[in-house]
């Protein structure tokens, strides 16, 4: 069965760099959800999209955005890297804000130098 | 207070134990219950679903306890391949909370 795939995997940054994080999730899955969680500690909401449009956000820094697209791929750009974003960074879909179940992508593992 | 507390872990336990894990959840009014898993340094992937009626996956049972806030997880004959973060995850209008994660690791 498809997943929810993110890219890339890997990345390395610098401080004060930008950065855009990918997620495609599962096919007529139409409402994406992006965490961030860093060693030790359990994931953080980030922000969430339905139908492209945001329909909640949390503990987003504002020199990061995000945007859900018409084939509801969904991308997290970050501005100003800062040493403490190094985290994983997940992306979450499922279908409709009323389905219950989320299933996360393999996660963004995003180091800042 | 965070608003899921789950046991502190870790728990080390020897192969065919059985093990428990308990969550509380602070908002009354969250709507749906989970059981994640979560392999180091891989997604959280969904174990089950909780119900107040309970409700059984093989070797593990998830309870849920409205009342008290309440949830739990039974992990029975435990396996090597069961070694993982545990986190409780509790759903309020769309806003998934989740526990800080209880580490289990099973030892031959």
């Known amino acids: 069965a498809a997943g929810v795939i993110q890219s890339p995997r890997h990345l390395i940054k610098e401080k004060r760099e930008t950065a855009t994080l990918k997620c495609y999730p599962i096919p007529r899955h139409d409402t994406v959800y992006w965490y961030q969680q860093g060693p030790g500690q359990d994931p953080q909401f980030l922000i969430s999209?339905?139908?492209?449009?945001?329909?909640d956000k949390g503990s987003i820094p504002d020199r990061f955005s995000a945007q859900q697209f018409s084939d509801y791929h969904s991308e997290l750009n970050m501005s100003s890297l800062e040493l403490g974003d190094s985290a994983l960074y997940f992306c979450a879909c499922k279908t409709g804000l009323a389905g219950d179940t989320q299933y996360f992508g393999p996660g963004t593992r995003l180091t800042v130098l | 207070r965070k608003e899921v507390e789950q046991d502190p872990g870790p728990f080390n336990v020897p192969e065919g134990a059985t093990v428990a894990f308990n969550c509380t959840y602070s908002n009354s009014a969250s709507q749906s219950f989970f059981w994640y898993r979560q392999d180091c340094r891989k997604e959280p992937k969904l174990l089950m679903s909780v119900y107040s009626s309970g409700n059984e996956d093989g070797r593990f049972t998830a309870q849920l306890n409205r009342a008290s806030q309440y949830i739990s997880l039974l992990i029975r004959d435990s396996k090597l391949s069961d070694s993982a973060t545990y986190l409780c995850?509790?759903?309020?209008?769309?806003?998934?909370?989740f526990g800080a994660g209880t580490r289990l690791t099973v030892k031959p």
């Open positions: 995850v509790v759903n309020l209008n769309n806003d998934m909370r």
């Open positions: 999209f339905y139908e492209k449009m945001q329909s």
